[in-house]
């Protein structure tokens, strides 16, 4: 199961290369449906690469450097980020979410740079997109 702080989804979990992947489906269900595919990944640990080549070591700076503009959200205690890039990958970052406060078009530049991925959640259903318009286009 991939538990939020709202549900308990069924999923299936993999271990590869110091990895820990869920593959879930957002359905309320006490097990897989195995006719449907995964529409949620969750992804943990440090031995993988991003889109780009990126280490999943990389800190915030190298990041946001690389992957250029960003939206921040809060998520209870967590703090996530969507580049804009990759609508469908959030990262969750070990950023303080009080340091990130206000959740506005500048919360991006109050992570501190060294922030790193403590998760990955790659969605099927981007959201958030629309936070981006105009994003695109503006420094970073």
Same mark, same amino acid.
């Given at each position: 199961?991939?538990?939020?702080? @709202?549900?308990?989804?069924?999923? *299936? ?8 992947? #869920? *593959?879930?489906?957002? =359905?309320?269900?006490?097990?897989? /449906? #195995? %006719?449907?595919?995964? %529409?949620?990944?969750? $992804?943990?640990?440090? !031995?993988?690469?991003?889109?780009? !080549? $990126? ?5 915030? *700076?190298?990041?946001? /450097? ?12 967590? $703090? ?17 979410? @009080? ?7 500048? *919360? ?7 922030? /790193?991925? $403590?998760?990955? =959640? ?5 959201? !958030? /997109?629309?936070?981006?318009?105009? #994003?695109? %286009?503006?420094?970073?």
């Amino acid at each position: 199961m991939r538990e939020t702080e @709202e549900h308990a989804y069924p999923a *299936a979990e993999f271990h590869i290369s110091g990895l820990t992947i #869920l *593959a879930s489906q957002t =359905i309320e269900a006490d097990s897989l /449906r #195995l %006719d449907e595919p995964a %529409d949620t990944w969750e $992804v943990k640990g440090t !031995g993988g690469v991003l889109p780009m !080549g $990126v280490p999943l070591t990389s800190n915030w *700076a190298e990041l946001r /450097r690389t992957y250029g503009p960003a939206i921040v959200g809060p998520e209870f205690d967590d $703090v996530w980020v969507m580049f804009c890039k990759f609508p469908k990958l959030y990262l969750y970052l070990n950023a303080d979410r @009080e340091t990130v406060i206000p959740f506005d078009d500048r *919360a991006v530049t109050r992570i501190p740079g060294n922030s /790193r991925i $403590v998760r990955i =959640i790659v969605s099927l259903s981007p959201f !958030g /997109r629309s936070g981006c318009a105009g #994003l695109e %286009d503006s420094p970073h």
